[in-house]
């Protein structure tokens, strides 16, 4: 079964409109999630680094307001994206993986296709 | 510099053949772990095999074997008998302990298994 679970799948709003996406980890708790956009036949492009009780980190040229990240708990990471505009239009995806040894595998979420009008 | 390179935009199979792709990978960090990754065209991300720095075998799962060569720096996946449900794209990643859970990933190979 899914190890991580991200909603929605699929969402198509009108420009201007902010967006949630959830990710959960079900099996295990993780204090750090990634969030990933990916473009279509592109490589999935690291956004940011997602910490539990803590700010995110995010990679350079990513805007911090755009993309709001809050970890509020071991299992929940939310990524608000705010003012959304057809740019933003992209795939995304998380992850999370099990801490401890470096065999562990980042498990992900099916992805949101988010399309803006 | 790239942490991983996959040099095979697209790759061709026939049916029931086997096929390698490649990944080559760049760390000086003598700890790290190498993972592939298949995404069919619904997106999702699905694990198919790891290979750790210090592991002396190659790993295997099922149809899926990576060809470890360390001294080279190189994991390339290897597909047996391919099978029409194999088309995907296919992501090589590396994990290093020092970035912590970080993962970097290549720019895939997309495999197209014919009939």
């Known amino acids: 079964g899914a190890v991580v679970s991200q909603h929605p799948s699929r969402v198509i709003c009108k420009s201007g409109t902010s967006v949630k996406i959830e990710c959960r980890s079900l099996d295990f708790q993780a204090t750090t999630m990634f969030w990933y956009r990916q473009f279509p036949k592109q490589s999935l492009m690291l956004m940011a680094t997602s910490n539990e009780g803590s700010k995110a980190t995010y990679e350079q040229g990513v805007e911090k307001d755009k993309f709001l990240i809050n970890h509020a708990s071991l299992t929940l990471s939310t990524l608000t994206v705010t003012s959304a505009h057809p740019e933003d239009s992209s795939f995304y995806i998380c992850s999370a993986s099990r801490q401890g040894l470096s065999n562990q595998p980042q498990h992900f979420g099916d992805g949101t296709r988010l399309s803006i009008l | 510099a790239q942490k991983i390179t996959q040099t095979q935009p697209g790759m061709f199979v026939q049916e029931k053949e086997a096929v390698t792709l490649d990944c080559t990978y760049d760390t000086s960090d003598p700890s790290y772990g190498l993972f592939w990754y298949k995404q069919p065209s619904s997106g999702e991300m699905i694990f198919l095999i790891y290979q750790g720095s210090y592991d002396q075998q190659n790993a295997t799962e099922g149809r899926y074997s990576l060809n470890f060569q360390k001294a080279r720096k190189s994991a390339n996946l290897v597909i047996s008998a391919s099978q029409l449900g194999d088309s995907a794209m296919y992501f090589c990643?590396?994990?290093?302990?020092?970035?912590?859970?970080?993962?970097?990933f290549g720019t895939g190979t997309s495999l197209t298994v014919i009939p």
């Open positions: 990643a590396m994990r290093e302990p020092n970035t912590g859970n970080q993962f970097y």
